[in-house]
């Protein structure tokens, strides 16, 4: 299957600070990438839908400003956790597809801790 | 609101035999549906998929069955392996009818596989 890469795999970062996770697609063009967020022993969350060059589509309860999602090129979307806060803390996955119809294919997940 | 329900939180077959993973959901809007594999820590991994126009999709050793009229799916994995043994999560696809009609992928809570040797 196609190939997508994120990263960081793991990030702690202190209280109040912001971080940057990259997701991007090797060998496709992704039009389309999906944001999840994990909690242990539940089920991936989706928080957010992107597609290139335009602003991304948030389920609701999730906070727009403080999870930005950019999707600027067809090959990378990143998602920044802003004055991250130790609740914060999770397993963030992004998948990313290229065409309507077709299958999700999904990075290797990012752990955030928010010391 | 859980639109895609895995109602069994693990299942555990003897190797060589039929494993059969149940889904269920609400939303009569979704247009296609995937099985993912998922070990701990790492991404989840793509299986197989199944259009809404289909009543079954057949890869290999995984079959997807799909019955719209009771909104339920199924993944059939014969014969079963241990290296099949992970958790299982459904998935569905729609179409937003606003918000630009930009896209869902949602997921059930999984299915903890074991296939004991």
Known sequence: ?115 | DQQVKQNSPSLSVQEGRISILNCDYTNSMFDYFLWYKKYPAEGPTFLISISSIKDKNEDGRFTVFLNKSAKHLSLHIVPSQPGDSAVYFCAAHSIRLTQGGSEKLVFGKGTKLTVNP
């Open chain 1, 1 to 115: 299957g196609a190939v997508v890469s994120q990263h960081p795999s793991r990030v702690i970062c202190k209280s109040g600070t912001s971080v940057k996770i990259e997701c991007r697609s090797l060998d496709f063009q992704a039009t389309t990438m999906f944001w999840y967020r994990q909690f242990p022993k539940q089920s991936l969350m989706l928080m957010a839908t992107s597609n290139e060059g335009s602003k991304a589509t948030y389920e609701q309860g999730v906070e727009k400003d403080k999870f930005l999602i950019n999707h600027a090129s067809l090959t990378l979307s990143t998602l920044t956790v802003t004055s991250a806060h130790p609740e914060d803390s999770s397993f963030y996955i992004c998948s990313a597809r290229q065409t309507r119809g077709t299958e999700a294919f999904f990075g290797q997940g990012t752990r955030l801790t928010v010391v």
